[in-house]
């Protein structure tokens, strides 16, 4: 059995239906919402691998699970831009992994399959805020800006459907919605098909980011500004696509978003870096036990509500210092 293991979010989703666009495979599909990422012990735990595709989760957090596969002799394939830590040894394992700021997985396959798929890869790279990168591509393969746009929002959208506590919080779940999208080779049929999930997925959008309206940062200083939202299912969506939102309004400054669990005994943290400066929010999140990600972008996954002033001063330092 091969199994399709992937991030479910934009990045993540796009980047396996580039590669199953390109050479469709029967597989096992593991997913889960966006801050589930250690996926490769459902794997291990399965027991029938044959052969497995790892994308857009980072391989620190996965492995053991991973060496575990390796040791089996089964071929894995791993593509990220995630912190990844020591890399195994071993001639079962291909990589692609690259932990510039400004990549992301979907990029990595686009160009692995020499550009095939490179709209669908641009709107991946929109969904995981790299807008200036995106925009580049876009214009070197002679987009308008109206498709450019279009890509843009579809790239959010698909982005802004994997954050939740669970999957009964999203709109779609994301191995649902991977196999939707495989039935557009192009991401431009979705916009000229009104039952597609890119309407259904714009609707939910709306809603949801009406509820933000009027929100102030509950901390403020020259170097980043942190927000906090309720226990609800809209903001548990919002959250990421929001903190993505307020970094582009104001590039300068880092950004926190902390949305209050079920459990009302911790937060999950959404952290980005400035635009400016896109680095350091997975030092920050890492100091924190639930802390993980990447340069731009990471997040802590229960932070206990007595450390938020812990976190705030954490993240004003690390700006402050650099």
């Excluded at 916009?191 to 509950?218: F, H, M, W």
């Amino acid at each position: 059995m091969h199994y399709d293991i992937f991030n479910g979010d934009a990045d993540g989703i796009i980047a396996l239906l580039q590669l199953r666009l390109a050479t469709p495979k029967q597989s096992q599909l593991i997913t889960g919402v966006k801050r589930d990422i250690k996926l490769l012990n459902h794997v291990v735990t399965a027991g029938d691998a044959t052969s497995v595709t790892a994308l857009d989760i980072s391989m620190e957090k996965n492995t053991a699970p991973l060496q575990k596969l390796l040791n089996q002799g089964i071929n894995v394939f791993y593509c990220d831009h995630h912190r990844c830590g020591e890399i195994p040894q071993s001639p079962y394992l291909e990589t692609l992994i690259n932990l510039d700021s400004e990549v992301c997985t979907s990029l990595l396959i686009n160009q692995r399959l020499n550009g095939q798929f490179v709209t669908w890869a641009i709107a991946a790279t929109f969904g995981d805020n790299l807008h200036q990168r995106a925009q580049s591509i876009a214009e070197n393969a002679g987009l308008n800006q109206e498709d450019t746009n279009y890509l843009c929002e579809l790239g959010t959208l698909i982005n802004y459907n994997s954050y939740g506590a669970s999957l009964d919080d999203l709109h779609i779940p994301p191995t649902k919605l991977f196999q939707q999208l495989l039935n557009y080779p192009d991401p431009f049929m979705l916009r000229e098909d009104p039952k597609s999930p890119y309407y259904q997925l714009q609707k939910g959008y709306a809603y949801d980011n009406s509820k933000i309206t009027g929100i102030t940062p509950v901390a403020e200083n020259m170097v980043c500004r942190v927000f906090e939202l309720p226990s609800e299912a809209w903001a548990r969506r919002i959250s990421g696509v929001f903190s993505n939102e307020l970094t582009n309004q104001s590039p300068k400054l880092a950004h926190a978003v902390l949305t209050l669990n079920e459990n009302q005994k911790n937060y999950t943290v959404s952290v980005r870096a400035p635009l400016r400066n896109r680095m350091g929010a997975d030092e920050v999140c890492c100091q924190f036990a639930t802390g993980g990600g990447r340069k731009a972008a990471a997040g802590i996954n229960a932070l206990p509500l007595d450390e938020k002033m812990h976190f705030i001063d954490v993240l004003t330092h690390y700006y402050q210092q650099n």
